[in-house]
């Protein structure tokens, strides 16, 4: 059966799979001005620049006393005890900023308070003394010799006026918030949230909820993936609005997807998309536009669908769960990071040593579900089927295993942490 | 001068601070029920046991041809083609229920659907052929000889009935949430969120927004830290309640922190708990409750006040941003992890390469803020300053760097990404 505009592609690799679908990404259009309190897990849309340096003044780094580093060693040659005495003429709290320092004092300074002008070093107040007495005014001893500069913050040592604190395809985090929070950036530009519909095909899905356990008929399985790739959706900072489960007629599917497209940058679903499986929604998104099947050589996860349905994207998942977790990681993330402009779209993986035997090679690419050990080496998950979430579960990452590779106790194998693809 | 209720702790080590923090963070009571579309990032209160065993019924793991395997070898036999050829008696789509399978035939299967009695196989479609003709039913050549079991996931091989799939203590994520769905848990039990009073101290800070930057007075500063400790408080599910910048007065610090007492489990503060600082919050906790102020030697974030303010927890964090930032994912982190009862609150590290020099020994554990390299090595950003998140924003983690110990190129270090203490 050929269908007009459904291509099949022979068995492609994950890298130009990748490369493909990044290439389709294009960056959505519009740029939304968000709080800074509200921007994390959003991607930069524009340069961010610093209107003013860090810090502003110069500034102390210590709780302690600003000096004039010649004063104090001339209070030290007249002193008869061989410690510098000086009077204490001011004190400047953070926040506000002090008189020049008067010729033979010291001024009492906290963090972060500006170095009164003549000041030239800070002095700890672990190496100082203060004296009072009831009739002279406040002395201090200063019990160091302080170098010229010491526990000096300089203006502009940490951030240049002008200089770029973030650029235009960062991803913003919690300390990304603060830096720009630290030059007074009260609103972001951000790419807007990518609008992807999600729904599930197969008359086999009962929803969690809809019949208990003990009422399910034989051959019906809970809906899971949907759960699963919700929350990835959100975790990518995206407006997911959840379609259900649609109705496995053509009349139904085409009309669900036409709906969807109307309002969605990405149409995205699980189930229905291998060579042999019979359902309405291959033909209906043809129907409407274009699609293309691959065969992606890895495992979990060959079968994967990629096509448009009027101005939307739409992406078929593999309807097994792992299948679907795995290449949502792999594909779908770096996908709708693309489109959001980010400019680190994919994960980093590292070496570790593997802690388990590999003896059946497979010549896909494999992603094997492990877990980092208390002995620095990784663990494999027994069961590596890709019906069920247990295996990603128990796990922390995924070893990113070549084609044809066996592998034994102590080789060395790239590890990709979860933490790295959730986020 | 010494407050009734206020401890000074002489220098102690990080493991000991989080030892004493982790024992004062007794669990919440209070168990929440909630959609499990929405228990992301929350942690599971009660373990959960399947009431059904997944799969239900044995079923296909392919999509292909159930089959009797002595029938596959008696056609064989009769076959004058050397190919076993049967007839299809049935199709099976995934979420129906097959007949019986007849004698002598095979049955149309896909993946997911359930076994019908009496096949003990399935062969894949790809060595299969349908012959159809005008005259007679539709035969199935199989071209491969399948073994028993062959292609079948059995029921319960993945989760048997009354199986603990998630437990009590557990942080739920996408893949933990889709596991529960497909044990048809529409609703998750989880400790509640806690509830975090969040303010600033300090007369130097100006919130972003409040003031152009042209036109800050000397010494004054952008309030940032409130930015990342919200996000941060609430990626780990927290109910955050900004209070804003308390101004630097007795009466009013007091009368914010009595407030917030009252319905908050936690009162997060930064600033204002180092030993020579001067402001109102240290006495103001101790006048409604008490205050331990710890010296921890840890490297940027020393400063560190524990204590109650009625019936809620109170941490002060340090001033400076990037102590205040490390100081969080060390011990604030765990801490409100704990206080949720999960079981994992600290943070994975593990071995990585140094491609870079340290040279300046410090008597405290020192946390690094570093970058992975193309190189599999670990790169340290030059400027270590505790006053600028530049440094926590250009780092992807920290090297946990123990006292006294200088680093050369090619050492082994232990290393903590981000992406596990943000997650």
């Known amino acids: 059966m050929s269908a007009p505009r459904m291509t099949m592609k022979p068995l492609m690799s994950l890298d130009d799979a990748l490369a493909e679908l990044l290439g389709a990404a294009v960056t ?23 209107a003013l340096q860090v810090p502003p003044e110069d500034n102390s780094s210590m709780d302690g006393y600003a000096v004039r580093c010649t004063d104090v060693a001339q209070a030290l040659r007249e002193s008869l005890s061989g410690v510098a005495e000086l009077a204490l003429s001011q004190r400047i709290a953070a926040g506000s900023s002090g008189a020049p320092l008067a010729p033979a004092s010291v001024a009492r300074i906290f963090t972060g308070a500006p ?60 300390a990304e918030l603060g830096l720009a929070a630290s030059i007074g950036m009260d609103f972001l530009p951000v790419a807007r949230r990518p609008r992807v519909a999600l729904f599930s095909t197969g008359d086999e899905l009962v929803m969690p909820g809809a019949v208990p356990p003990e009422q399910m008929k034989p051959g ?72 293309d099947l691959w065969q992606i050589a890895i495992k979990p996860g060959k079968p994967f669908a990629y096509g448009r349905v009027q101005s939307a994207h739409f992406i078929g998942l593999p309807g097994n769960p792992v299948s679907s977790f795995v290449t949502f990681l792999l594909l779908v993330r770096p996908f709708l990071l693309k489109l959001q402009g980010a400019t680190q779209v994919t994960m980093k993986s590292s070496a570790a040593s593997a802690h388990f035997t590999w003896a059946k090679v497979d010549k896909r690419r494999e992603f094997l579900r492990v877990r980092r050990n208390g002995a620095g080496g ?21 070893v990113d295993n070549p084609p044809g590779r066996t592998i034994a106790v102590g080789d060395v194998v790239r590890f990709i942490p979860f933490s790295e693809l959730l986020a």
């Open 28 to 50: 959505l259009e519009g740029v939304e001005s968000i709080s800074t309190f509200e921007a994390d897990g959003r991607v930069l849309a524009q340069d961010l620049v610093a």
């Open 115 to 174: 170095i009164p002008l003549g000041a030239d070093a800070v002095v700890m107040q672990e190496d100082c003394e203060v004296l009072t007495s009831e009739t002279a005014s406040t002395r201090v001893r200063i019990k160091a010799v302080p170098e010229p500069g010491q526990w000096l913050r300089r203006a502009g040592e940490d951030i240049r006026q002008g200089a770029r604190v973030l650029a235009k395809g960062e991803r913003l985090a919690p």
């Open 220 to 291: 019906a399985i809970y809906n899971s993936n949907r759960f699963f790739l919700r929350a990835l959706l959100l975790r990518l900072g995206c407006a997911v609005s959840d379609l259900g489960i649609v109705p496995d007629r053509l009349d139904a599917s085409v009309q669900a997807l036409r709906a969807a497209a109307q309002n969605h940058d990405l149409i995205l679903t699980s189930g229905g998309v291998s060579v042999g499986e019979e359902d309405h929604i291959k033909p209906a998104v043809q129907s409407l536009g274009s699609l």
């Open 378 to 398: 990784l663990d494999l998950f027994p069961n590596q089927s890709s019906a069920v979430l247990t295996s990603a579960v128990w796990a922390d990452g995924l």
